[in-house]
């Protein structure tokens, strides 16, 4: 496996980094196992500090590592700096609430007269994250800054494409304040992942990727007897009632298909749109994709990105050829596409009836599907219709009617007027082969604690 960036606007390999030697790996094995010794025992106001410390000076240096994200995988120089802040806002957080999140949980017992018990929750040792390349700080961000707050210590696996924005991550701990060994970068082969996860010291896997890569490493993890939580791949659906404010939903659909080149698992990957109203969205949807503009990520003027590789967007012309073959309607939106870089024009899919694959697939770019509905009922059962249950979202203009029906949605997250988004003060994650496990808050907080009753019962007569 090859570690290198190669900027995709330019096409350009700017660096490559071999891969973490043997001895390495163990090496940091054991740096992480010493590390966690004495972080467990840090006191939480402590670890507080250096998360805060994280959050300053990625705040303070926002252009810098913003920069850094647009060189690496492609994405417009604005939304690299959101990422940064959001990054930030995400070791906030726990800097603020992990105390209270982790504060010991007192029983009722009601059997018990005089007895005491409790749930700590205590850390277990080092968590291995295997992180993607669409959001190289915001992955790693909400992954290290719960566990860390927790007292566990990481080890980074990122995408292969990123391995700057990693290294850049790395130091960003060190310079924080956080102990050596407590967080660490690693560049290593599939092998070698697979050799990390056996390890005793290891004591959880986290993944965020692909439906394939997560399949492989949670089957490595329960070889092990490991737990892992999985943040895979997503086909986030768009209902669009008949009573929806047309203009604004229009507006929230280009957004929410084309943000991060449409490279996001929760981007709004299928748009369904009740009978009425489906003619009128989709020409002024059309429009609005129109408007977009391909160029240099680093132009404010850019609206649309290249995508994060050539593999990418060789990729994605498969699947949409692919979506043809089977009976599918693809019309490319003709955008003026610079002469250079990794640009893939937008495309709208009509026609993708229930006898095609491709209505089950996740395409990861400027590609979306259209389907229409002959009613609410039916716009959720098309909704449902997916291998993937990540995020969702209802346009209506009655808010507690899209509430009523986004539990009828089989998804981990629905939004009623608002593409599927990541905060870091809401929860992330999915059900069905969109994963398991929660990111984020207190869910994410203790997933890989353990969660130890303690009982004070007294000595009373068992008799």
């Not at 290198?4 to 606007?9: D, G, K, Q, R, Y």
């Not at 277990?124 to 909400?142: D, K, M, S, T």
């Not at 979306?368 to 209802?394: C, K, V």
Request: hydrophobic fraction near 45%; glycine fraction near 8%; charge should be negative.
């Amino acid at each position: 496996m090859a570690y290198a960036t190669i900027n995709p606007f330019t096409e350009e390999q700017l660096k490559v980094f071999p891969n973490t030697t043997p001895a390495e790996i163990e090496a940091a094995l054991a740096k992480g196992h010493a590390a966690f010794l004495t972080w467990k025992n840090t006191p939480i106001a402590q670890r507080a500090r250096i998360l805060q410390n994280a959050a300053d000076i990625l705040r303070a240096n926002l252009d810098d590592y913003a920069r850094l994200l647009t060189v690496e995988m492609g994405k417009l120089f604005a939304e690299a700096q959101a990422e940064t802040e959001l990054s930030a806002a995400i070791f906030e957080y726990y800097a603020l609430n992990a105390e209270r999140l982790l504060a010991a949980e007192i029983l009722p017992v009601a059997s018990l007269k005089e007895g005491r018990a409790k749930i700590v929750f205590e850390p277990q040792g080092i968590i291995l994250a295997i992180e993607p390349w669409n959001f190289p700080y915001y992955q790693v961000a909400r992954i290290i800054a719960p566990q860390l707050s927790a007292g566990n210590t990481v080890i980074l696996k990122h995408a292969s494409n990123v391995p700057q924005s990693a290294a850049l991550m790395d130091k960003l701990m060190r310079d924080a304040g956080l102990p050596e060994g407590g967080f660490q970068n690693l560049y290593p082969t599939h092998e070698q992942l697979n050799t990390i996860i056996a390890d005793p010291r290891v004591r959880g896997v986290a993944l965020t990727g692909s439906e394939g890569a997560g399949a492989k490493v949670a089957s490595e993890a329960g070889l092990a007897l490991k737990k892992c939580t999985m943040e895979l791949g997503g086909s986030d659906a768009m209902v669009v009632l008949a009573d929806a404010d047309l203009e604004k939903t229009v507006k929230w659909a280009v957004f929410g298909r084309h943000w991060n080149s449409g490279q996001v698992c929760v981007s709004a990957k299928r748009m369904i749109v009740e009978d009425g109203i489906y003619d009128s969205f989709v020409e002024r949807y059309r429009k609005g994709v129109a408007a977009l503009r391909m160029g240099d990520p680093m132009d404010p003027n850019t609206t649309l990105a290249p995508l994060s590789s050539r593999a990418a967007v060789e990729g994605l012309k498969q699947q949409v050829a692919d979506a043809v073959a089977h009976g599918a309607k693809a019309e490319e939106i003709p955008l003026e596409m610079p002469n250079k870089g990794c640009f893939f024009r937008p495309v709208l899919l009509s026609d993708v009836e229930e006898d095609n694959p491709a209505r089950l697939w996740e395409f990861f770019g400027p590609v979306t599907m259209l389907f229409r509905a002959r009613d609410a009922e039916h716009a959720i059962a098309i909704a449902n219709d997916s291998p993937y249950g990540l995020g969702g979202s209802i346009f209506t203009g009655d808010e507690e009617r899209g509430a009523e029906l986004a539990r009828q949605i089989d998804t981990g997250m629905v939004y009623i007027n608002h593409p599927t988004m990541v905060k870091a003060d809401l929860p992330f994650g999915g059900v069905k082969r969109s994963g398991f496990g929660r990111e984020l808050l207190g869910l994410g907080l203790k997933e890989f604690v353990n969660a130890k009753l303690i009982d004070i019962v007294g000595l009373d007569d068992p008799f």
